[in-house]
């Protein structure tokens, strides 16, 4: 896919998501809209995956850490066709597997996530795992920059660098907010880049929302022995005008009125897409 379609393929999932989150009056709002380009990146144009590969030992591996944005990774997942769309009708419904984080009851998810500061651990495991068995593939994560506050995080980014896994690429989506406000004011883990570079990371700074960037920096290799971290600046809401950059939207579910104005956006951020050249 070219990054035009990559960007309308961005938005068609966003939008699946605010209507699956109205459904079902659940949902981590702000924090699905603002990794949706990232995920589809991944998804649609780096990942070594698809939904027959899923049992492959040499598939690549993707652990979402930031679990409560499950509902994005869901919509990328239908999309895909690792389960029916029409599954995604009974999300957070009872009985349903699709709940509110992350489960590996579900085609094409790995592990269970969603209890903050976990992911990267699994995944360093998973990349040791990779090197001691002559493994080819390539392990990602998605973490929040509220998560960074956990302390596994960063024995995770210790052990990462201590066995020069070059087989695996961090994500942070950097949007600087979390449930209770700005992440500067409730734990505040700046300098993200330092302290990363300092575990033996190579780290990339980019705009997250930027879809040229994030697949060129996704696909370029990483640096022998030395595991990669991408801090991707993201707005939080991103594509709903009055959801940007909001941290009362971090878990919050629209108004009739609210969800109306927002399929309007989002469709002309479709439309765009579509007509332009």
């Not at 999309?79 to 029916?84: E, L, V």
């Not at 697949?215 to 959801?243: C, E, H, M, W, Y």
Request: charged residues 25%; contains cysteine; aromatic residues 8%.
């Amino acid at each position: 896919m070219d990054i035009q379609a990559l960007e309308r393929k961005a938005a068609e999932m966003r939008k699946n998501t605010w209507e699956m989150i109205y459904r079902a009056q659940n949902g981590h709002t702000g924090s699905d809209l603002s990794c949706a380009d990232i995920l589809v990146a991944l998804y649609y144009q780096v990942l070594h995956q698809t939904a027959e590969s899923f049992t492959d030992p040499d598939r690549d591996r993707y652990v979402q850490s930031k679990g409560h944005a499950v509902e994005i990774l869901y919509s990328v997942l239908a999309d895909r066709g690792y389960f029916p769309k029409e599954d995604l009708l009974t999300y957070s419904q009872f009985n349903s597997p699709y709940i509110g984080h992350p489960t590996n009851h579900i085609n094409g998810i790995e592990l269970n996530t969603g209890s903050l500061g976990h992911g990267l651990a699994l995944s360093v495991g998973i990349a040791k795992a990779g090197k001691l068995d002559g493994r080819d593939y390539h392990v990602y994560t998605l973490m929040g920059d509220g998560e960074q506050a956990e302390g596994s995080v960063w024995e995770a980014a210790m052990a990462a660098g201590n066995f020069h896994l070059d087989n695996l690429t961090a994500i942070i989506d950097h949007n600087r907010l979390q449930i209770s406000g700005p992440t500067v004011n409730v734990m505040n883990s700046e300098p993200l880049a330092d302290k990363y570079r300092a575990f033996g990371f190579d780290v990339v700074e980019i705009d997250g929302n930027d879809m040229r960037q994030l697949v060129d920096t996704l696909q370029t290799r990483n640096t022998p022995r030395r595991p990669k971290l991408i801090l991707a600046d993201t707005i939080k809401g991103k594509g709903i005008s009055f959801a940007e950059n909001r941290p009362e939207w971090h878990h919050k579910i629209p108004t009739p009125e609210q969800y109306q104005q927002g399929l309007a956006e989002l469709d002309e951020q479709i439309g765009g897409l579509v007509h332009a050249k």
